[in-house]
T-cell receptor, first 115, second 117 residues
């Protein structure tokens, strides 16, 4: 079974609208972390936001927020007031093992912001 | 603060040739990772170092791939001999170490793009 599932291969969104990128995960480890990365066409993976499994509140970083629903095992990324520069691939990733292991990535969502 | 540095940025080789990629992590980061990202997929972990020791190399094709991290800083990833299916972006990443929380975020370099023809 896939550990990270991103069900939206591609999305088109109008500039200035909010967008939600879906991510569900599967783990039996009680301690884990969830990450979102942005990958523009240049190839670099840019860290956006982190949510720990024990965090009580949803993480926020500027225009990015994470809608964390632990019981449903979902960690959706919300981008408010989208901009043309937000066009990129977005990857959801999980780290298990209490912070000791590397990341397991989903297949990504290709987001295109239209003017 | 300088990010993760990688070189070369692009490389084209013929199958059965060899190639080496170099990575310099963020200063002070004890953990270093090499990921392989095939076009259209998410990155896959190849190997993880903690200082200069290997923590996880379970997905490294050891018959052709090798990696080392001498002195616990820089690292090199080598492929010999290369196959067509090795065409991918090789991403180096680093983090502070093995503890929890957002402080242990993994930061990536720009990647080394390999094309095997």
């Amino acid at each position: 079974a896939q550990k990270i599932t991103q069900t939206q291969p591609g999305m088109f969104v109008q500039e200035k609208e909010a967008v939600t990128l879906d991510c569900t995960y599967d783990t039996s480890d009680p301690s884990y972390g969830l990450f979102w990365y942005k990958q523009p066409s240049s190839g670099e993976m840019i860290f956006l936001i982190y949510q720990g499994s024990y965090d009580q509140q949803n993480a926020t970083e500027g225009r990015y927020s994470l809608n964390f629903q632990k019981a449903r095992k979902s960690a959706n990324l919300v981008i408010s007031a989208s901009q043309l520069g937000d066009s990129a691939m977005y990857f959801c990733a999980m780290r298990e093992g209490g912070g000791a292991d590397g990341l397991t990535f989903g297949k990504g969502t290709h987001l295109i912001i239209q003017p | 603060e300088a990010g993760v540095a990688q070189s070369p940025r692009y490389k084209i080789i013929e199958k059965r040739q060899s190639v080496a990629f170099w990575c310099n992590p963020i200063s002070g980061h004890a953990t270093l990772y090499w990921y392989q990202q095939i076009l259209g997929q998410g990155p896959k972990l190849l190997i993880q170092f903690q200082n200069n020791g290997v923590v996880d190399d379970s997905q490294l094709p050891k018959d052709r791939f090798s990696a080392e991290r001498l002195k616990g800083v820089d690292s090199t990833l080598k492929i010999q001999p290369a196959k067509l299916e090795d065409s991918a972006v090789y991403l180096c990443a680093s983090s502070l170490g093995r503890f929890e929380g957002s402080g242990n975020t993994i930061y990536f370099g720009e990647g080394s793009w390999l094309t095997v023809v």
